[in-house]
């Protein structure tokens, strides 16, 4: 176990030093790399906050649409991919739409929340 | 390459060109995601040195784009002139482009966003609606040894090409591959090849008050559909946060098109544009993939373009909603 701050408060810090503290000090031009290191900072901590819930239900979806029982949600990603691009799936292609989605959401949940909602 | 050697080299080019080099200086201008940029400055003017680093997404060689860019000059497109080429190994080390200065920003929230580019807005899609016209109008034929030329169905050339690209990455990405297959089973009826300039959007456009002064970066232009520039200048990402804007953050679509087809562009099929958008989502993931991966292979380390890896799923998610 290790002491408080978490690994996620400690990232917070962080961010916030970047953004509050950092980012007024810097010429202009490099103010933008301060956000997308504080930005960088934030996507991580939510990534650990989330813990394994994610990874877990893109498995069981990738499984469920493949029926297949793999274990490992990278390899599972990766046997769709060559089965859509190999023509497997064309017949699919309209239920898979929004099972994928959901996939994707989840991907946002950790990178971007507030990116769902402006439509395309 | 040193500084110094690249300085000596420059000199030497434009001395060629009969300029007056003393106290010619070199700065390194900050951005620019795939390329290298540099400002060169002496009393007697400025101009623009980019240089490919290797390993960045690039359909056309640097030489080819000069040639490129030449062309589009000729055609009425507002360009930086160009002005010298120099091959791999070449006086500028890497292969590099030495081109007239432009003044004015090419970074989008700027543009989008202060108030001195108040007018500027107002006429940007007019204005881009007549260069993508000129562009549009460039005569396929005087491209033949610049461009590869297509065989078949544009649509399909390229949805190939960027599952390529994906390939090269090897990283997987379930629903880019399943727009590929729903671009494939839904191309629409093959246009006529013409230059397609293939990264028309902010970022790419040096815009000064007056609007806008040039457009840069042709390293993916290729002979294609021409609704894909307007597909491509549509999507999401670069609205820039303006989103119900669909046209760069700046008009309604309605607007743009009437103003490219009294411009001289071919009448254009709003569904044809919307095809085009479904595929510059799945593009720009790819893209996004490929600066992350450039980032882990070593070809250039950078927490920008780490971060790009994170931003897949955002045309993820653009790209899945308008295939509904």
């Known amino acids: 176990m290790q002491d408080r701050p978490t690994a996620p408060e400690l990232l917070d810090s962080v961010a916030e030093y970047l953004v509050g503290e950092l980012r007024p000090e810097v010429p202009r031009e490099q103010r933008f790399k301060v956000l997308v290191a504080a930005n960088v900072c934030a996507i991580v901590a939510r990534e650990i906050r989330a813990e394994a819930e994610p990874d877990q239900a893109d498995l069981e979806l990738f499984n469920e649409l493949l029926g297949d029982q793999s274990s490992d949600v990278h390899a599972a990603a990766a046997e769709l991919s060559r089965r859509l691009r190999a023509g497997e799936l064309d017949d699919r292609i309209d239920e898979l739409v929004p ?12 990178a971007r929340p507030d990116y769902a909602g402006g439509g395309p | 390459m040193e500084e110094e050697r690249l300085v000596s080299g420059v000199r030497e080019v434009l001395a060629e ?10 700065s390194r201008i900050p951005g620019g995601a795939s390329r290298e940029t540099w400002r060169v400055e002496c009393p007697a003017g400025q101009w623009v040195l980019r240089r490919e680093p290797g390993g960045s997404v ?6 080819d784009e000069f040639a490129l860019i030449a062309a589009a000059a000729d055609a009425g497109v507002p360009v930086p002139a160009p002005l010298a080429f120099e091959p791999d190994g070449g006086r500028f080390g890497s292969p590099g482009l030495l081109m007239g200065y432009v003044g004015g920003t090419s970074v989008a929230p700027r543009v989008l966003r202060k108030p001195e580019f108040e007018q500027a807005r107002e006429r940007l899609a007019g204005q881009l609606a007549e260069a993508l016209a000129r562009i549009h109008a460039v005569d396929p034929a005087k491209l033949d040894e610049v461009l590869p030329e297509t065989s078949g169905d544009p649509a399909v050339a390229q949805i190939g090409e960027w599952e390529r690209q994906l390939d090269e990455i090897g990283e997987p990405l379930p629903a880019v591959e399943l727009g590929f297959r729903w ?42 559909d021409p609704a894909e ?74 927490h920008e373009l780490a971060s790009l890896g994170r931003r897949i799923c955002e045309p993820e998610l653009d790209l899945l909603e308008l295939m509904r």
């Open chain 2, 17 to 26: 060109q009969g300029v007056d080099t003393r106290e010619l200086r070199l």
């Open chain 2, 58 to 63: 690039s359909l056309v060689p640097m030489g």
């Open chain 2, 229 to 302: 520039d307007i597909g491509w200048l549509c999507i999401r990402s670069w609205r820039f946060g303006n989103d119900d804007l669909p046209v760069a953050g700046v008009a309604e679509l309605e607007d743009f098109i009437s103003a490219y087809e009294a411009a001289g562009g071919a009448t254009v099929d709003l569904d044809r544009v919307r095809y085009w958008e479904v595929f510059g989502n799945a593009k720009w993931a790819v893209i996004c993939a490929r600066q992350a991966h450039d980032h882990l292979t070593g070809v250039r380390r950078s």
């Open chain 1, 99 to 110: 099972r994928l989605e959901e996939h994707v959401r989840r991907k946002l949940e950790i």
């Open chain 2, 183 to 224: 671009l494939c089973a839904n191309a629409p009826e093959p246009a006529e090849p013409r230059l397609v300039h293939g990264d028309f959007r902010l970022g790419n456009f040096i815009v000064d008050e007056d609007g806008l002064a040039a457009v840069i970066d042709w390293e993916l232009a290729h002979l294609g």
